[in-house]
């Protein structure tokens, strides 16, 4: 049965260990926040491979569907991995970008810490430490081709802040590059944010990314950094993360 059946292994984003010492749930833009593993196995997927395409939770559903020779939904926002899955070669016209958002909690009572009563914030601990709040609304849009690795981040709050990080130079994001960036990569990141936030069906897959030009701030990027895994003895095609730091506790 186990040659003729299809196994994808993922998981949600986990918890909190000590990262910048955040409260236990995850709920930020950052890169310990916001990945996940994936791994596949099953007839016609060639072992022992780590790929390097973009996928997200948005592409289960469809590679599910395609996997069972049914017609994928047109009105689907995600993409069918099958063509990845069964192919050793790296997929031309993939996605280069992806956009990320979370929704901030807000709670009027918070029990145990009368001072923050509303004071929109919550999920809040004993020692009212809290978990969320509403200015912790963002969306987010990643750019991911070639050497370039670019967040680009609006929060809804009442000073629009922005947050850009260039991760091929800063992978830990310990700098804001929002004011020295080129102002055209930020007009022109805030319209794919935009078109990102209200896409539906084909349109989440047909618009073509905007390709910053190489300014000052974007020449010293380093050659991409290869992992290197131990899968001799392994029938499972994984997925390479978006390079980690080394040290993020």
């Known amino acids: 049965m186990l040659d003729n059946t ?19 749930d995850k709920r930020q833009l950052y890169e310990f926040d916001i990945k996940v593993p994936l791994m596949v196995r099953g007839p016609d997927i060639q072992a022992k491979q780590v790929r390097e395409e973009i996928v997200l939770n948005i592409d289960l559903a469809p590679t599910f569907i395609d996997l069972a020779r049914i017609e994928v939904p047109s009105v689907m926002d995600g993409q069918s991995m099958k063509n990845i899955l069964l192919s050793n070669k790296t997929k031309s016209g993939w996605r280069s970008d992806f956009m990320i958002e979370h929704f901030g909690e807000v709670q009027a009572v918070i029990n145990g810490c009368p001072s923050l009563n509303n004071q929109r914030v919550s999920n809040c601990y004993p020692d009212c430490v809290c978990e969320d709040a509403y200015n912790n609304t963002y969306t ?42 080129d102002p055209q990569i930020l007009m022109a990141q805030n319209k794919r944010l935009v078109e990102l936030s209200i896409c539906q069906g084909p349109s989440c897959r047909s618009a073509e990314p905007y390709p910053p030009r190489k300014h000052k701030w974007y020449d010293e990027i380093p050659p991409k950094h290869t992992e290197q895994k131990s899968i001799q003895n392994d029938a499972t095609l994984y997925w390479r993360p978006i390079k980690q730091p080394n040290n993020i506790l």
């Open 6 to 24: 299809y196994v994808m292994y993922a998981s949600d984003n986990g918890y909190h260990l000590g990262q910048l010492s955040l409260p236990y």
């Open 140 to 181: 987010c849009v990643r750019t991911i081709s070639g050497s370039e690795n670019l967040m680009y981040c609006e929060f809804a709050d009442s000073e629009d802040y922005v947050e850009v990080y260039n991760l091929s130079k800063d992978p830990h994001q310990l700098s804001n590059i929002a004011h020295s960036i």
